[in-house]
């Protein structure tokens, strides 16, 4: 019986390197492919969720430290950091150092200790403090519910409307015409002319009197008016008056408040019933009139007069 003969062919070294390397050179071209489909794949879903998580060491390049507990997370920003789109604090937010705006500022309610602002507008200002203002200019109206002070001159370029009272502790400069309905003053003083186009009507309480001493007790004598003008009547009884040219004090008049020199008084009869002198002794509290002629008895006299200084 003949035998066969078995073949047996083992390879080189070098033949096996050859085929190791050739099984991972697959290997890692199938783990590359792998790689790139499993990255694309995690781009997608990132575009997607739009999800970015930023490592701790990447935050910490940045100039950020995040630091998260219980309560939150603290986010601190070094120097030179820039937040290119919109930033939403939904809390409180603290700045230390200064902050610069270089566009508009927008806040629904604000509470300032000190603002320090060039071109300001504001459509509501509500001053519950003291305010001071190196210069304002206001387009429309200003209503002041309390008291106003104003320490400095005041110039108003058109018509000033007060509808209630006005007191004024000192001088009042008027360079143009003052027009009043009613003028009532303590003391008035003019250095050049007074023109009135109306009439002049004094005021104020009668003066005293007192009887004459060419009167008898039975005579009586009456006045009205003020210490500028007014009227003074002599009442004669029965027997009549008859001084002849002698001079008769029938009427004292005292001023109630008197003048501070000896004023002008001028004293005018009235009627043609008195046919004699009449005489003025003057004083600064008052006068006296003196008559030289006779009364009528039972008549009555009366005698005008007017004061000046």
């Known amino acids: 019986m003949t035998k066969r003969l078995h073949l047996t062919h083992r390879p080189s070294n070098k033949a096996t390197f050859i085929g190791i390397s050739i099984v991972i050179a697959i290997l890692v071209i ?31 390049k940045l100039g950020v430290n995040r630091g998260s507990n219980d309560a939150g997370i603290e986010l601190t920003v070094g120097p030179n950091a820039q937040f290119k789109g919109n930033l939403t604090v939904a809390g409180n937010t603290s700045i230390g150092g200064q902050l610069n705006l270089n566009s508009k500022f927008t806040a629904t309610d604000a509470s300032l200790a000190q603002v320090e602002a060039g071109n300001t507008t504001l459509g509501t200002l509500n001053v519950n403090g003291s305010s001071t203002l190196s210069s304002a200019a206001l387009r429309n109206n200003l209503s002041v519910a309390g008291t106003t002070t104003l320490q400095g001159p005041v110039t108003m370029t058109q018509l000033l409307t007060v509808s209630n009272n006005v007191n004024i502790s000192g001088n009042v400069s008027v360079g143009g015409t003052l027009s009043l309905s009613n003028l009532h003053i303590g003391s008035l003083t003019a250095d ?26 039975l005579d009586t004598v009456s006045n009205s008016g003020n210490d500028a003008a007014g009227t003074v009547v002599v009442n004669v009884d029965s027997s009549g008056l008859n001084n002849g040219h002698s001079a008769c004090i029938v009427a004292n008049v005292s001023f109630r408040q008197g003048y501070s020199n000896i004023p002008h008084v001028v004293v005018t009869p009235v009627g043609p019933v008195f046919g004699g002198n009449v005489y003025v002794y003057r004083s600064a509290g008052g006068f006296s009139i003196g008559i030289s002629g006779s009364l009528d008895a039972g008549s009555s006299t009366a005698f005008d007069y007017i004061v000046e200084q």
């Open 192 to 217: 050049s002319l007074i023109t009135i186009g109306g009439h002049v009507v004094t005021n104020g309480s009668a003066p005293g009197l007192s009887k004459g001493s060419c009167l008898s007790s």
């Open 30 to 60: 199938n783990a590359a492919i792998i790689g790139f489909i499993a990255s694309s794949q995690h781009k997608k879903n990132n575009t997607q969720d739009a999800q970015v998580t930023v490592s701790e060491s990447a935050l910490n």
